[in-house]
């Protein structure tokens, strides 16, 4: 499974859109970008997925570049709930062998008040 | 759906000491997978079930650490002579489509005194 790049940290506005980078510069072509999220003390949460399309669900927007080896997901509002850690991770078709997960070190997102 | 449940959600423990974990997933996932997460890091993938069968186990799984999945729904992780290093947080996840998204219970915090 290729290997992402994330930024360590980010700060938002709380009601500003929060735009949260993913670099993944050797991913295959039937690999898939997924994002999830992990609040402070609370097991990771999935959040949206995607290969080649932009997607959007009510929780966020991911955006994939058309090369795809970037990617961002999008928090249109974001609110102070969204304070978390934010990993993007690729994985090669979620029916195989195992569905894995391999977790980076994601972005600590904080949202300001 | 009550979602993915681990019990306990914390325990203390002191070296040497045997210690037993358990998950119950989503009723009828037929995949399991274990994480454990140390502070500051992602969650790192230590073992999987497909039913009652363990398919894959990660060199991080020791031989002091044991899954089962005797009847193909909840699972107990235990360690046995638990060490400082063994304290973490330890996450249970699971999932049924193939296609379908992990969903992560909310972990164990182990604390090796």
């Known amino acids: 499974d290729a290997k992402t790049t994330q930024p360590p940290s980010m700060d938002c506005a709380e009601g500003r859109a929060a735009n949260l980078p993913c670099n993944h510069s050797?991913?295959?072509?039937?690999?898939?970008v997924y994002w999830y999220r992990q609040i402070h003390s609370q097991g990771p949460q999935y959040i949206i997925h995607?290969?080649?399309n932009n997607e959007t669900n009510e929780m966020a927007s991911l955006i994939i570049t058309e090369d795809r080896k970037s990617s961002t997901l999008i928090l249109p509002h974001a609110t102070l709930r969204d304070t978390a850690v934010y990993y993007c991770?690729?994985?090669?078709?979620?029916?195989?062998?195992?569905?894995?997960?391999?977790f980076g070190t994601g972005t600590l997102l904080a949202v300001q008040p | 759906d009550t979602g993915v449940s681990q019990d306990p959600r914390h325990k203390i423990t002191k070296r040497g000491q045997n210690v037993t974990f358990r998950c119950d997933p989503i009723?009828?996932?037929?995949?399991l997978y274990w994480y454990r997460q140390t502070l500051g890091q992602g969650p790192e993938f230590l073992t999987y079930?497909?039913?009652?069968?363990?398919?894959?186990k990660s060199r991080l799984l020791s031989d002091r650490f044991s899954a089962e999945r005797p009847k193909g729904s909840f699972s107990t992780l235990e360690i046995q002579r638990t060490e400082q290093g063994d304290s973490a947080m330890y996450l249970c996840?699971?999932?049924?489509?193939?296609?379908?998204?992990?969903?992560f219970g909310n972990g164990t915090r182990l604390t090796v005194t």
């Open positions: 991770i690729v994985i090669l078709n979620y029916g195989g062998a195992t569905n894995k997960l391999i």
């Open positions: 050797t991913i295959s072509g039937n690999e898939y």
């Open positions: 995607g290969l080649k």
């Open positions: 009723s009828e996932h037929n995949r």
């Open positions: 079930f497909q039913n009652e069968a363990q398919l894959e």
């Open positions: 996840a699971s999932v049924g489509d193939a296609n379908s998204p992990l969903h």
